[in-house]
């Protein structure tokens, strides 16, 4: 069969991308606009009276109907323009790109993280299934995967910040003032979203080693005589590849969305809690700018791990 | 300005004494210095620091770092002193002349004279984006009678106007930012004459002030720059003070004081406030269209219960919608509702109103509301009211009831006090106020009596009219007060000068940093 070009590819993948970006902002912004609340009573202040809310809802264009506001929030995104806070006046494309590095950071020293610890544990024990090890890590990889990550971030605030007074309590330095500082900022956090990331990477891998150690062509390389490390290394590993990029795009994800109750806790000014804000404040540009934001880049990554898996077997391509 | 007769002598003193006992160690140690950043955690983006066009409450912890304003007020009983305006006088019931302080500029080196006044009153009361219209709707024109002097024509008396102008109406922004300032608003980029000027503001991140060297102040401010992180969990910018990354937490619910208190590091000061939990009424429909029945709900509930159960104790029982300390607080109103759960049966009896019949009220989903209305619910269980509580975020909640919706017969929420009480009393009682839930008519002695409450200069005069609009509101049974919050500040031990103020929103006049 024919190989398909990447370029091909990445078009056809960046083609169905655009339903799904319309169908999530349409989706995220018909569901502000039915939840009760209404951001023309906070524009309007504290002293409202009936006709100033009236007056605020046609100054800001909020009188007209639904499918119009949607349009011209649309519109004005085509032409690259993310429009901006209808309460504070601040670029939608200001509040995230200050916001989005805060986010990312986090995720990827939890991914980091994650894949450090849950790597080593899932292998280690796959080798010997069952063994007394294999329970202790299964029962490490159920924590991580029961314990709320809000509830061990205090956990960790509590000894690490408040007692021991290793790392800060609370918000974010920006990475590209002060790498050292933003990591230390970004520690706590990603140590909170890590430990189920942690657990998932050791049993996801667990399983699919398990399953590659146990087929006919690892008999096979047993009975060669090749030994169990290269078996392992060599050929195991490489066998479980799609499944850990499958396994990593996935906690890419879930991350970015653990980031919405981790950044709360910590006061982190991320994309988590920029979103939070403007849900509760009904100020749908920054809603829709991050909710778009967040859909390209779960697109994104899906397709960078598309093109990687390709890349490790190239029989998913056909 | 008179002399404060003997009875408010006695108010401020006995404010004074309270803030004090009440609050701890509220004087500073030592000389005041200059120097250092006070770091801040605020818990809400404020939104807009433009003062004619934010809307939220919370805004005014910002704004007054930045904005003076034409009157200021008496931190212990909120009467109005001079600001920027260093005097005023009411020439007739309709006439109201300001003389402003010389040798004032703002930030921008733009001079703050009458006809920088004029411009951000002219604004403030017809500005299409002006949201305070409603503050100054007294006023028919301004004019400029001298370099320093503007006149206030009045189209009703309306002696409301020297507290109006200690607030957001009175806040001078610089006529030149705001000519040149893209639709006319400085939300983004604003320009006063406090006692600091802007800096930078990253939404919901920070907002950083520096020392305005020109401050027309004497010494004043202390410290070199205020750096406000905004921190909306409350529990995170406590822990932030802990850990010493802030310096000071502001409107800490009263659960968080034992906790921060053992921090060794923090000290706690706190003082009562306008800020009054009370249950809003719809009195357009049953059940609450019977005075009866809400005269029941007032008798059937224990107040001093309820602030020692829902509110740590840190409040004061709210026996209608002004806290003793404040200078119209009368002493008389607030014996109308003891606690007497037999009273409000006796009372139900007489409605007709059946035993038991649930009443939907609104409320709040957060934890301390919660809280409340299970205190609630029990001690009106007592007294045979059996009432539901339908909760939604705040602003679900809000809008529900107060909007067209009109949902629920009351609404479980505060009331976030004003300079003038003729505002809380015009905001709440009068018909077509977004406050009267149900837009329904009030007495029309009530109507009269918030009118009277307007026209006289004299402070004693006022005082006896406030009885009257209390007396009204309050046999009336319009609302359900409940309890008056205390503010309540955790600081780092290097902060001094912190004082609390009745208004319960912070400002930092005397703060400086030890060390």
Known sequence: ?318 | MTMPTRREAMALISGALASTTLGGSVFAQGAPKKGGTLRISAPANPSSLDPATGGAGSDHAFLFTMYDTLTEWEFETLKPKPGLAESWKFTDPNTLVLNIRSGVTFHDGTPLDAEAVKFNLDRNRSDAKSNIKADLLSVDAVEVTGPQQVTLKLKTPDTALPGVLSDRAGMMVSPTALKAADGGVVTRKPVGAGAYAFVSWADGEKIVVKRNEKYWKPDRPYPDAIEISIIPELTTGARSVTAGQNDLIYQLPPRQKAIIERASSVKVVHGPTLYVFQIFLNWAKPPFDNIKVRQALNFAIDREAFVKAALAGLAEPAYMNLPKAHWAYDAEVAKLYPYDPDKARKLLAEAGFKEGTPIEIGGYTDQDSVQREEILIEQLRKAGINVKFVNGTVAEASAAFFGPEKRGAGLLSAWTGRPDPSLTYSLMFTKDAYYNGGRAPVPTALEAAIKDSRASEDIEVRRKAFATVQRLVMENALVVPLAFQFELVAMNKKVQGYRPNLLGKPKYDDVWLEG
């Open chain 1, 1 to 318: 069969m024919a190989r398909r070009s990447p370029v091909k590819v990445i078009g056809s993948r960046l083609l169905q991308a655009l339903p799904v970006i319309l169908l999530a902002t349409f989706m995220v912004f018909a569901l502000l606009k039915l939840v009760p609340g209404d951001i023309a009573v906070t524009l309007a202040g504290d002293n409202a009276t009936d006709a100033r809310i009236t007056e605020i809802r046609q100054i800001y264009g909020l009188d007209r109907p639904f499918l119009v506001q949607y349009g011209a929030w649309l519109g004005h995104v085509a032409q690259g323009d993310l429009s901006q806070s209808l309460l504070t006046g601040e670029k939608v494309a200001v509040s995230i790109g200050r916001a989005f590095p805060n986010t990312l950071l986090i995720v990827v020293i939890a991914l980091v993280l994650a894949l450090v610890t849950g790597i080593p544990m899932g292998v280690i024990a796959a080798i010997k299934p069952n063994g007394w090890v294999d329970k202790l890590i299964s029962m490490i990889a159920s924590l991580g995967v029961a314990v709320p990550g809000f509830w061990l971030a205090m956990i960790l605030v509590a000894e690490f910040s408040l007692k021991l007074n290793w790392l800060p309590a609370t918000g974010a330095k920006s990475f590209s003032v002060s790498p050292i500082d933003a990591i230390r900022h970004a520690l706590l956090p990603a140590v909170a979203i890590a430990a189920y990331g942690m657990a998932e990477v050791a049993r996801q891998l667990r399983g699919a080693l398990l399953e590659v150690l146990s087929s006919q062509y690892v008999r096979t390389l047993h009975a060669k005589g090749l030994s169990m490390s290269r078996i392992l290394w060599q050929h195991g590993l490489k066998n479980v590849g799609v499944n850990l990029l499958t396994i990593i795009s996935l906690l890419v994800n879930r991350m970015l969305a653990a980031t919405v109750v981790i950044e709360a806790v910590f006061a982190i000014p991320g994309l988590g809690s920029l979103i939070v804000r403007g849900a509760i404040q009904r100020d749908f540009p920054i809603v829709q700018g991050v909710v778009f934001t967040m859909v390209v880049v779960v697109i994104a990554v899906n397709l960078i791990t598309d093109l990687l898996c390709a890349a490790v077997d190239p029989r998913i391509e056909q």
